[in-house]
């Protein structure tokens, strides 16, 4: 595998200067690890979008079906797919303007990387966002 992630520096600054997070499989379910992640960074003031077709709407956010739905600027896409859905994510990613893809802990595919990395974002994955936060913030 040639996937490394990033410095820990180079984390902290995607953090830092981020503001909106489009989750991709938030779940409205508060018991879900999506829901409880995404959770604690909308209370660390992150903007959570949640995109699942299978939802309307999660921490007081209006569900989109995809990644291409969303109308407005997003800084991190923030993955809770299983590895094996990582590639058809990355290749919806690639056409939306943002400074991250993020896959959480246990989340990470060669060929997602393979897909961003010629693209103007920052690949993250097998991190989870908010031990991120926590630690680097």
């Known amino acids: 595998m040639t996937f490394k992630n990033p410095s820990r520096e180079k984390i902290a600054e995607v953090l830092k200067n981020s503001k909106t997070i489009a989750v991709v499989g938030l779940s409205d379910k508060s018991h879900r690890t999506s829901y409880q992640i995404s959770k604690a960074m ?19 956010e209006k569900a989109v079906a995809r990644l291409s739905d969303i109308t407005e600027p997003i800084d991190i896409i923030n993955v809770f797919r299983r590895s094996e859905f990582l590639p058809d994510v990355a290749k919806e ?4 303007p943002a400074q991250a893809f993020w896959g959480q802990q246990g989340v990470i595919h060669e060929e997602a990387y393979e897909e961003l990395k010629d693209k ?11 031990v991120a936060h926590a630690v680097y913030m």
């Open 120 to 130: 103007d974002m920052i690949v993250i994955m097998d991190v989870c966002i908010k």
């Open 93 to 96: 990613a690639s056409a939306i």
């Open 42 to 60: 909308q209370e660390a003031g992150y903007r959570i979008i949640p995109v699942n077709p299978t939802i309307n709407e999660a921490l007081g």
